[in-house]
């Protein structure tokens, strides 16, 4: 039995997804005539409480189209220095923008409303001109690490005062809610647009939703055609993100619980030094004595799997297809290694 951690996105669909899928109805979303990729726009729109969405191939899509439709050639995008957005995103900001990005540094990969109004660039021929702000939540390197609503509210403020707008990087942001058990409603309210990942822990096999005000996601449809993000009979796919807005979102809590248990089983390992706080279903240990290299080849000679997350960390990540016999197994598997 391999256990294989090294992402979310490795999950299968369920036979109920399957069988959503097949019975999709489809047309041609270029046409806007796909009916199941209208359903799962106006759904998670509502979800949020937001006045439209945009189904996209991949979270790194819906956040790019994001970075456009709020910056222009020679603007700035403050974010976290860990952002994904900016570490993994193969350097979208610049080639896709032509925007520059303030970094900021902050425990757990979050940054404070305090943090933004310091680094706003001052209005001055020399500056580049902040337009954009970028959270993250979950916030994959600092650990899954949830912003709280009043962490959120006064970065709003913020940008309001300043007259910035605020794009959130949401892909996890699911797991989020079900720890806070905030509504998602709250979290439209306080930003321009919102990522919603499918293909992490709501186990789709392909996707991710823009959500914005008519106007926005108007012009984004421009934006995600000149990125050839265009798909036609998509239908098949969004009603496998239907069935994972109806069947999968509570489940995610079980993530949840295995990591935390997984993080404590790491704690106590003598080839780690510390392990991040467990928030969510992403688990970072920081290696001790060992390079990350060295760990992993330790552990794919027990069939674990899990990836390298810095010069001293790896990461692993729980799903929906790893259940408690997998948790069970990795116990003992771990206990082996020397």
């Known amino acids: 039995m391999i256990i294989d951690l090294r992402s979310d996105t490795l999950t299968k669909p369920t036979k109920g997804m399957l069988e959503a899928m097949w019975a999709a109805e489809v047309g041609d979303d270029v046409f806007g005539e796909d009916p199941t990729v209208n359903a799962l726009e106006q759904k998670l729109a509502r979800i949020f409480g937001m006045e439209a969405g945009l189904f996209c191939p991949s979270g790194t899509m819906t956040n790019q189209i994001a970075i456009r439709l709020h910056t222009r050639p020679q603007t700035e995008v403050i974010c976290h220095k860990y952002s994904h957005i900016y570490l993994y995103e193969g350097g979208g900001i610049m080639s896709n923008s032509h925007?520059?990005?303030?970094?900021?540094?902050?425990?757990y990969g979050k940054i404070?409303?305090?943090?933004?109004?310091?680094?706003?660039?001052?209005?001055?021929?020399?500056?580049?001109?902040?337009?954009?702000?970028s959270l993250e939540n979950t916030m994959n390197k600092g650990g899954g690490s949830i912003y709280t609503l009043e962490e959120v509210r006064p970065i709003r403020e913020q940008c309001n005062h300043h007259g910035l707008k605020l794009h959130l990087d949401g892909a996890r942001i699911f797991?989020?809610?079900?720890?806070?058990?905030?509504?998602?409603?709250?979290?439209?309210?306080?930003?321009?647009?919102?990522?919603?990942?499918?293909?992490?822990?709501?186990?789709?096999?392909?996707?991710?939703?823009?959500?914005g005000t008519k106007a926005d996601i108007k012009q984004a449809r421009k934006v995600r055609k000149a990125f050839g993000g265009g798909?036609?009979?998509?239908?098949?796919?969004?009603?496998?993100?239907?069935?994972?807005?109806?069947?999968?979102?509570?489940?995610?809590?079980?993530?949840?619980a295995r990591a935390k248990e997984l993080g404590k089983m790491l704690e106590n390992h003598p080839l780690v030094s510390a392990v991040f706080?467990?928030?969510t279903n992403i688990v970072i240990a920081r290696l001790n004595g060992i390079s990350p290299e060295e760990m992993l080849h330790k552990l794919?000679?027990?069939?674990?799997?899990?990836?390298?997350?810095?010069?001293?960390q790896i990461r692993f990540v729980t799903h929906l297809d790893f259940g408690d016999k997998g948790l069970e197994e990795f116990r003992g598997r771990i206990k082996e290694i020397k």
């Open 175 to 211: 797991n989020a809610l079900v720890e806070t058990g905030d509504h998602p409603k709250d979290w439209g309210s306080l930003f321009d647009t919102i990522s919603v990942c499918l293909s992490k822990g709501l186990s789709c096999p392909v996707g991710s939703v823009l959500l």
């Open 277 to 279: 706080p467990v928030a």
């Open 112 to 133: 404070s409303a305090q943090d933004i109004a310091e680094n706003i660039s001052p209005d001055d021929v020399h500056a580049c001109e902040t337009t954009l702000v």
């Open 99 to 107: 925007a520059s990005v303030k970094l900021l540094d902050g425990d």
């Open 231 to 256: 798909m036609r009979q998509a239908g098949f796919l969004a009603a496998a993100g239907i069935y994972a807005l109806d069947n999968h979102v509570e489940r995610l809590k079980e993530d949840h």
């Open 300 to 312: 794919a000679a027990k069939e674990i799997k899990g990836v390298r997350f810095g010069k001293d």
